[in-house]
Each structure stands twice: as structure tokens, then as C-alpha cells.
């Protein structure tokens, strides 16, 4: 009927670590579409092949090992192949991807996908490496003993490519109509009948390789070492730091420039009012706070785009898991939390790693204590009003100490609060902690930088979409109303970001906090180092963020130390950062999440503001 | 010289076949999903089992050889995986 017309749909299904997203990628190219499902917070990643007049349509489902679902990902797989997601049609041909020098497990899942009935085509991926090894396999017979029709690929030299596609389209061609699925969640006897099936397949059809690979366990007995292997780890967090800042640096103050030139030149073009107004500082300085964190994000996930394709993120998620444990927190919560380390967005984001619910929504609910990048210059600015410069212990400096001690601050509390929800809230049974751990491989180039890309995108139009209205909220409560005719204050003390901040001032005199404070935290709400340029507006200090000294020296002539310290308290803790909080109600998808978050954050922030601001006063530094 | 060991009791260096998988005198909901899981994650009864690598902290987790692909897992999921030791550490 309308099969003339319609595209064939298919999508790919794997065990993790199959080399299915490389697969998806040499498939479709940069044809690819990026977005969430109907109301879960799963990535959907659906790409499009022309081929001789026709489109295919490719879905990438989430790496699975059973139908059986047991995260939010897993859910949508089986969902997806059972033709039971809202809003999404089923896929006409299920295309199987197995790492052929790994089939066991994956032999297991084909067998359960046979039972859904739906066309099927079996891509054997990396066969390259199979046959390097010396594993012969036995297509002929596989193919009969699963009554599948198999293609051999390399997804990284795009072999196997096109003979892939004339599969599935023959597959969907010669469709019988549709045998209703008849899946049902197997129980353990129907597990273990599978997996013996399974092992009979393997046994008649595939022979053990001939060079086995050694690598893998060589390199382990180093990486995986009780003592060796944290002493490792330890060491490549420390250079993906020094990256992220060192390389980042340069980047952020170009990107920082041009947009303070356009700014500029935007001014000149346009007479001052109300349009200069939202354009530059609404606009131009909304999209800018946006896009100096892309340098950053981009080497962070530039190294765990190396790592995971290494091989080694499971290897530190298991190095890791009993000192996350401590805290209540799976072992893989550590790359979203050293995330969050650059910004604690792409750390909520990273979250998805984790299978089980509870364990995710501590870990979302705690990433945002970790000292993101933008609580930078605030502390900066702090820490030299402040703190003297001096030598202390005869080689430390103490304004770099302080900054050290702040970050351990994030991290202490980021723990401690895991524990705590654990201990309170969700006393339940732990979850299980099991992975496998892949062969390492050599990271391919061009899929590396593909995958940055991609992230690079995402981020820009995720972040984009919630930060930029935000900025120009927050931009409207600090220009609106005008100042009346001769006033000789700052512009921003008549506006309503001035009148919540006076009036809100009350609330925050026990912690040491004065209006001008209070008004600069009203716009700092956008973002963690707007405040710096806040405090400039309120203390009239012209280009406060270039001019950090200046503005250094007016805040230590205004504030006591014990305000000052209190200041820096309340940033450890205060979720000041409007964009991770969307991101978090869009991650979590519900208000409820954000406004617990909010709500335990300022809660902290304002208890270790006020015992910092007493317990100076009491030292005497009032 | 044929001895059964639960797996969480094996220490580096052991090699055996998994002989059960799962406590049968256990009936919760809990206990069958981990049973399930192992399952699906290739602990099957007749798979060769070693292991390879202990963690720092109360030698935990392990990482283990199945067959032919390395997995890791907490001691305390181990301890449902009762294999037939032939080599011991």
C-alpha cells in the first residue's frame, strides 16, 4: 500500500560496547538527528541513508544484553523493538550488532529478539580484529543456525557499509507481514535454555582464535593493579585538570573577546536605549555565557570520548567503586562528578551511564557541589580581596591553599550529602555492581572527533535553549525599571533586581551579607561568575571582569573578612546557576528534583554562610 | 582434587567452572533479578570462570574472566556463583 512511499526504518541492536554507535556512524554520516523521547529522558539518535532513491531511516538504540530492561535506556530498547513507545513507530528490520570476537552474550540476545518477530539482518562488527586473531567463524552455518542473513563490517573503515544496507533493504522487502511479537520477560530457566543454545551455536560455528589477544590482560595487570592502578588514575585525572584549564584558558578569552568586540561594535551601530540594552547585555553577553564553557566541555569530553573508546572508563569505575561506596554512590558516578569538576551540565548529562534510578538522582542531585569553572572567578575575586598573599609553612601560598581547600570543600560535600541521602532517604538494597569490562581497543580518530562534534552540538543546543531566555529574564529584573530622572545610583538599585535585593536584605544580615551582596546575587543567579560583574554594577567598579583588581581592592574597603568568607561559604554550597537547574529538571524529568536541589543547596549554602560569618566575627574578624 | 568455593570466597589467581548460579533457598524478588542478571551477563553453569584482579580496599570488587570476556562485580554478588575449583590461588 503505502510501502512505496514510506521509508524502511530500522534499528540497531547491540551489546554495549559493540562498536554499534561507530556502526550507526558510518552508516548515516552527518545525516543524524539528536533529541530525547516522547517524555523519558533517553537520547534518541536516529540517522537517514539515501540509497538509490530511498531513505532509510536508522535508529540507534541504547547497548543492551537483554530485552529484560533494567535502566531507562534498556526500557527504551525493548520498548522500541516491541513496538510499544508512544509516539514512535516500530522498526521494520531489526539489525543485530555483534562485536564478532565477543559473541556469546550477544548470541543469547539475538535468540531473544528472534521471538519478537520482526525481520532481522546480524552485523558482525570488527571482523577485522577476529580475523587478525585467528577466530574463524563459520558464516555459513551461523547463518543457518540462526536463520539470520549476516554481514561481515568494519565500522571504522566503513567495509561492510553498503552490503549492510542492500541487507536490510532485502529484509524489508521480502517481509512476511508482520508475526505479532511474542515477547514475554524470560525467567531464570528460560535464561539459561537460551545461553545454552547459545554456547551450542558458538561451539559449531565459531573457532577459538589463534592468537589470542593478550593485550588486554597485559595492559590490565598495570591499570588494574590494587595500588598501581589508582596511582594511575590518579595521575590521568591530573592531566585531564590541567587540560581543561591550561588549554581551555586561551580559547575562553578569545571566544570572551570577540564577543566583547561585537558587543562593542553592536553599541556603536545602535543608539543607546532599551535595544542596545537587550542586545548586548541580554543577548551578546547571554550567548557568551554559553559559549566560553565550549572550550572546556570540549576537552573534557574530548578525554572521556578517549578513555571510553580505550577501553578504560569501566576499568576506573572499578578502581573507584568501594571509594565511591563510602558514600553511598555507584562506581560509575565518578565521570559525572569529575565532570562537573568543568560544569556541572555536561556532568548532569553524563548521569545517563548509570543504570539504576536512585543511584542516578544522587548523583544528579550532588554534582553541582563539585567546583564547577564558574565558581572560578568569584573565588578569585574573593580569595584577593581577601586572603593575603603570603607564604605559609615556608612553600605554600596561601591564596592557592585557600583555593584548594575550597575545592576539597566541593568535594567533601558532594560526598557527604550522597551519604546522607543514602543513609536517609533511600535505605534500600544496594544496587548490584557488575560490568564488563572490554578489550581495550585504539581509540579511531575520525570517530573521536565525529563524537566531540556531536556533544559540541548538543551542548550548544540544549544549553542554548534554556540559558539565552534565562539571560534575558535575568537581564529584564536588572533593567527594569529605569532610574528615575537625575538618580545618582547605579542604574541596577532601582531595578527590581534592587528590590528584591532590599528586600530580601533582612534574610541575609545574619550571615554578613549587605544589600549591594544581595542585589549582585539576584543577576548571579543566571550564572555563578555573573556575580563578579554584578558586584562591579553595584559598586560602580567600570568592567569589573577585566578589571578584577580594582574591584579586589573596593570589596576589601566595604566588607569585613568575616563577610568575605561568608561570601565564599555561600558559593561552595548556593546553586546559583539557573542553566543546571533546568538541566536538572529536564534530566530528572520532573520540577519535584530541581526544587528539592534548590531548596537543600541554599539551605546549606546559607547554614555554612552564617556559621563562617559568626564564628570570624567571634575570631574577630567582624 | 575437586572443591566447591562460593566465587566471593576465591582469590586472585583462581580458576574453576561455575557450578550453580543463584541461592535456591532464597525466594525474593531480589535475589532471582540478581540471579537473572548474572545470567544474562554470561555467569552460566558450566562457564570457565578466573580471577584476575582484586580491588585495594578489602579486596573488592574482582575482576573475572567468563569464558572468554573479563567482567567485574562486587564480592557480595559473587557470593550466588558457587564454581568447582581447579586451580586455587
Known amino acids: ?622 | 582434587m575437586s572443591d566447591t568455593l562460593k566465587l566471593s570466597e576465591a582469590r586472585k589467581g583462581a580458576r574453576g567452572v561455575i557450578v550453580r548460579v543463584g541461592c535456591h533457598h532464597r525466594e525474593d524478588e531480589h535475589t532471582a533479578e540478581l540471579e537473572r542478571r548474572l545470567l544474562e551477563l554470561g555467569f552460566v553453569e558450566g562457564a570457565r570462570v578466573e580471577l584476575l584482579h582484586e580491588g585495594l580496599f578489602g579486596r573488592n570488587p574482582i575482576a573475572l574472566k567468563v569464558d572468554d570476556m573479563r567482567v567485574a562485580l562486587r564480592r557480595h554478588e559473587a557470593a550466588s556463583i558457587t564454581v568447582r575449583v581447579e586451580v586455587a590461588a
Open chain 1, 1 to 622: 500500500m503505502d510501502m512505496q512511499v514510506r521509508s524502511v526504518r530500522v534499528a540497531l541492536v547491540g551489546n554495549p560496547n559493540s562498536g554499534k554507535t561507530a556502526l550507526f556512524n558510518a552508516l548515516t554520516g552527518a545525516h543524524q538527528k539528536v533529541a530525547n523521547y516522547a517524555g523519558v529522558t533517553v537520547e534518541r539518535k536516529e540517522g537517514f541513508i539515501r540509497n538509490a532513491g530511498r531513505t532509510l531511516s536508522v535508529l540507534d538504540l541504547p547497548g543492551t544484553y537483554s530485552l529484560r530492561a533494567r535502566s531507562p535506556d534498556e526500557e527504551v530498547t525493548r520498548d522500541a523493538i516491541l513496538g510499544r513507545l508512544a509516539g514512535e513507530t516500530p522498526p521494520d528490520v531489526i539489525a543485530a550488532v555483534a562485536d564478532a570476537t565477543n559473541l556469546r552474550l550477544v548470541l543469547r540476545l539475538i535468540l531473544e529478539l528472534k521471538a519478537v518477530g520482526r525481520p532481522m539482518v546480524l552485523a558482525l562488527n570488527m571482523y577485522d580484529i577476529a580475523q587478525r586473531t585467528g577466530l574463524r567463524i563459520d558464516l555459513d552455518r551461523l547463518e543457518a543456525e540462526l536463520g539470520v542473513p549476516i554481514v561481515t563490517t568494519v565500522a571504522t573503515r566503513k567495509r561492510g557499509i553498503e552490503e549492510l544496507v542492500a541487507a536490510v533493504e532485502a529484509a524489508a522487502a521480502s517481509a512476511a507481514p508482520a508475526v505479532a511479537g511474542s515477547w514475554t520477560p524470560p525467567d531464570a530457566e528460560a535464561l539459561r535454555g537460551k545461553a545454552a543454545e547459545a554456547e551450542r551455536i558458538m561451539k559449531a560455528c565459531v573457532r577459538p582464535p589463534e592468537r589470542p589477544d593478550t593485550l588486554t590482560g597485559r595492559v590490565d595487570s598495570f591499570l588494574l593493579h590494587p595500588v598501581g592502578g589508582l596511582v594511575i588514575l590518579s595521575a590521568v585525572m591530573f592531566v585531564m585538570f590541567q587540560a581543561v584549564f591550561a588549554w581551555a584558558t586561551p580559547a575562553a578569552d578569545g571566544i570572551e573577546g570577540l564577543l566583547t568586540a561585537l558587543g562593542a561594535m553592536v553599541a556603536g551601530a545602535i543608539p543607546d536605549g532599551i535595544w542596545q540594552s537587550l542586545i548586548v547585555d541580554g543577548l551578546i553577553s547571554g550567548v557568551g555565557s554559553v559559549l566560553v564553557f565550549l572550550p572546556q566541555i570540549l576537552i573534557l569530553f574530548l578525554f572521556i570520548i578517549l578513555l571510553e573508546d580505550f577501553g578504560y572508563m569501566a576499568r576506573a569505575a572499578f578502581l573507584l567503586d568501594r571509594i565511591m561506596g563510602v558514600a553511598g554512590l555507584h562506581g560509575r558516578a565518578f565521570i559525572p562528578l569529575l565532570s562537573s569538576v568543568a560544569c556541572a551540565i555536561p556532568g548532569v548529562m553524563a548521569t545517563r551511564v548509570i543504570d539504576n534510578r536512585r543511584d542516578r538522582l544522587t548523583t544528579i542531585l550532588v554534582a553541582p557541589l563539585m567546583t564547577c569553572s564558574a565558581r572560578i572567578p568569584v573565588y578569585t575575586l574573593i580569595i584577593a580581596a581577601f586572603i593575603p598573599n603570603q607564604t605559609v609553612w615556608g612553600f605554600a601560598n596561601l591564596q592557592g591553599l585557600v583555593m584548594f581547600g575550597l575545592y576539597v570543600a566541593g568535594v567533601v560535600s558532594a560526598l557527604s550529602v550522597a551519604f546522607v541521602i543514602r543513609k536517609l532517604f533511600w535505605r534500600s538494597a544496594v544496587e548490584p555492581f557488575m560490568m564488563e569490562m572490554p578489550a581495550y581497543k585504539m581509540p579511531d580518530l575520525k570517530s573521536v572527533l565525529f563524537n566531540l562534534w556531536l556533544r559540541a552540538r548538543i551542548f550548544l543546543e540544549r544549553a542554548g535553549r534554556i540559558i539565552l531566555p534565562l539571560m534575558i529574564v535575568v537581564w529584564a529584573l536588572s533593567t527594569f525599571p529605569y532610574p528615575p530622572e537625575g538618580a545618582t545610583a547605579p542604574a541596577i538599585e532601582y531595578s527590581f533586581a534592587g528590590m528584591i535585593g532590599r528586600a530580601l536584605e533582612p534574610l541575609f544580615a545574619p550571615i554578613g551579607f549587605n544589600w549591594q551582596m544581595v542585589v549582585a546575587l539576584v543577576p548571579g543567579m543566571a550564572a555563578r561568575e555573573v556575580a563578579v560583574a554584578a558586584l562591579g554594577t553595584v559598586y560602580a567598579v567600570a568592567d569589573a571582569e577585566s578589571a578584577t583588581g580594582v574591584l579586589a581592592t573596593t570589596l576589601a574597603a566595604h566588607w569585613s573578612l568575616a563577610t568575605g568568607l561568608a561570601f565564599l561559604a555561600w558559593y561552595i554550597f548556593a546553586p546559583q546557576c539557573v542553566a543546571t537547574l533546568g538541566v536538572v529538571r529536564r534530566e530528572t524529568n520532573s520540577a519535584k528534583w530541581m526544587w528539592v536541589m534548590i531548596a537543600y543547596m541554599f539551605g546549606l549554602a546559607y547554614l555554612a554562610a552564617f556559621a563562617t560569618y559568626r564564628v570570624a566575627v567571634a575570631l574577630g574578624g567582624g
